[in-house]
């Protein structure tokens, strides 16, 4: 829309009614409404016109027309963010509203990294989420995702097994990849450990982190490997990449029962309630 047409539109949403009327003083038309000018003169080649202008009503009604559009295209670019940035469409609800109190002082940690985002991303500080499986890892880096995406932070949450499927589908260009993967402020890697993959694709898998590492921009990783087999490997063959991942992530400890065999468990319950209903 332009310019023209808004002013007609706002002229429209502020047209006289019966208690306000608009009138002319000293020859400009004056809104009845809100008492300020509809039009004033102005010189063009030394010669005065008059020409139509905004009065204050009309003023404030564009202002918070402009800032409804801000608003829905700030909504939709996040809404982008979030499509392009958390690649499993569970982990979008997994928000610190949803958290279930099982791990305050991890969460607690977490939030603390969201408040002090800019401070993290400058120092590139980045987190190694380690423990048991269903301690509720994977659900405090989604929750760190999803609070830096609604304020428009860039953020990728995959895991090494989409990382490598997505080089290995490339015949070319894996460079490229990985350096498009620079463009996300916060890379999140999940369950590091369950790939198993050849020399070539770990070396893909290293360079990724080391492109990371080398421009300044933090990673988060989880898995379910003790910290003592991260920082001492087992097979030389990972050496390099658990090697950066200490260098660039605070380890964060998680324990607790397995909230998956819970889950499991409730459904087995519920489900031979049903039958037996039958």
Excluded at 52 to 81: D, N, P, T
Excluded at 102 to 110: E, I
Excluded at 183 to 193: M, N
Excluded at 223 to 232: A, F, M, V, Y
């Amino acid at each position: 829309m332009n310019f023209d047409g808004i002013i007609e539109d706002l002229a429209k949403k502020c047209e006289p009614s019966e208690e306000h009327f608009d009138y002319y003083k000293d020859g400009l038309l004056i809104c009845g409404k809100c008492n300020t000018p509809k039009e004033c003169v102005v010189e063009v080649l030394g010669t005065l016109r008059k020409f139509g202008c905004m009065c204050k009503c009309q003023s404030e009604e564009y202002r918070a027309m402009q800032e409804q559009i801000r608003q829905r295209e700030e909504f939709e670019r996040i809404g982008r963010l979030r499509t392009q940035g958390i690649q499993d469409r569970c982990y979008c609800n997994w928000t610190f509203e949803n958290d279930d109190g099982r791990n305050p002082q991890q969460m607690d940690k977490a939030m603390r990294y969201c408040l002090r985002w800019e401070e993290m991303y400058r120092d590139n500080i980045g987190l190694l989420l380690w423990g048991d499986v269903g301690t509720g890892k994977t659900f405090f880096a989604a929750c760190i995702a999803n609070y830096l995406i609604d304020r428009g932070v860039p953020v990728l949450m995959t895991n090494f097994i989409r990382l490598s499927n997505a080089l290995m589908a490339l015949d070319e260009d894996r460079n490229e990849y990985i350096k498009s993967l620079d463009s996300y402020k916060l890379l999140i890697i999940d369950d590091l450990g369950a790939e198993r993959q050849s020399d070539y694709m770990l070396e893909q898998v290293y360079n990724i982190i080391d492109s990371r590492y080398k421009n300044g921009q933090p990673l988060i990783v989880t898995t379910n490997l003790p910290l003592s087999e991260i920082k001492n490997p087992s097979d030389i063959k990972y050496s390099r990449i658990y090697s950066r991942i200490i260098e660039m992530c605070v380890p964060i400890k998680f324990e607790g029962p397995d909230r998956r065999k819970e889950i499991f468990n409730l459904k087995l319950e519920k489900a031979k309630k049903l039958f037996e209903g039958d």
